[in-house]
C-alpha cells in the first residue's frame, strides 16, 4: 500500500493507495481522480452494488455503470434527495454530481424494482446520523407502474 497525502478542495485526506490510472482510493471514500470522486455500479441480485459505497459530501461524484451487469430497468436510477436521475446506456454509462448533504441515500430503478444506498461522509470524512425515510405514497409507484420516483 503506498500511503500519500493529498489535498482535494482544502480537505487533507488520509492514506490511500494508487490504481492503475493514477487515480488514489483513500479510506475506502471512492476513487479519487483529480476532483472527483468515482464509484463504480452494477447489479447483483435486486441489489445495486456501489463500489466503494462510501463519498464525502461537497465534493464531485462520478458514478460510472457496468451496463453489461445491469438488466432491464436497473439501467434507469433515480435518487430524490441526492438530486440524481439518469437511465445509463453503452454510450453513456456515467453520471456526474455533488452531494450537498451527508447521510444514507436510497437509490433505486425507475420501477423500485432494484435498490441500493450510497453513504455521504461528512467533509471530513466523519459519519453522519441521517437516513433518508423512504415515503409510503399510496400510489402505484414502485410497483410496476414506472412513474420514477424510486422510493
Do not use: W
Request: include cysteine; proline fraction near 3%; charge should be neutral.
Amino acid at each position: 500500500m503506498i500511503f500519500i497525502v493529498l489535498v482535494v478542495a482544502g480537505l487533507f485526506l488520509n492514506s490511500g493507495s494508487s490504481t492503475e490510472n493514477g487515480s488514489v482510493v483513500v479510506n475506502n471514500v471512492g476513487v479519487v481522480s483529480g476532483d472527483v470522486q468515482i464509484v463504480k455500479i452494477h447489479v447483483e441480485g435486486s441489489q445495486y452494488v456501489l463500489e466503494p459505497s462510501s463519498v464525502k459530501k461537497g465534493l464531485p461524484v462520478r458514478l460510472e455503470a457496468d451496463i453489461s451487469r445491469m438488466p432491464g430497468c436497473s439501467k434507469g436510477i433515480v435518487s430524490s434527495e441526492l438530486g440524481i436521475r439518469k437511465t445509463f446506456s453503452s454510450s453513456d454509462n456515467t453520471l456526474e454530481f455533488t452531494p450537498n448533504k451527508a447521510g444514507n441515500f436510497y437509490i433505486a430503478c425507475s420501477m423500485n424494482m432494484y435498490k441500493g444506498t450510497l453513504t455521504v461522509l461528512e467533509s471530513d470524512g466523519s459519519n453522519s446520523s441521517y437516513v433518508q425515510t423512504i415515503k409510503a405514497s399510496g400510489s402505484t409507484c414502485g410497483a410496476g407502474g414506472g412513474c420514477g420516483c424510486g422510493g
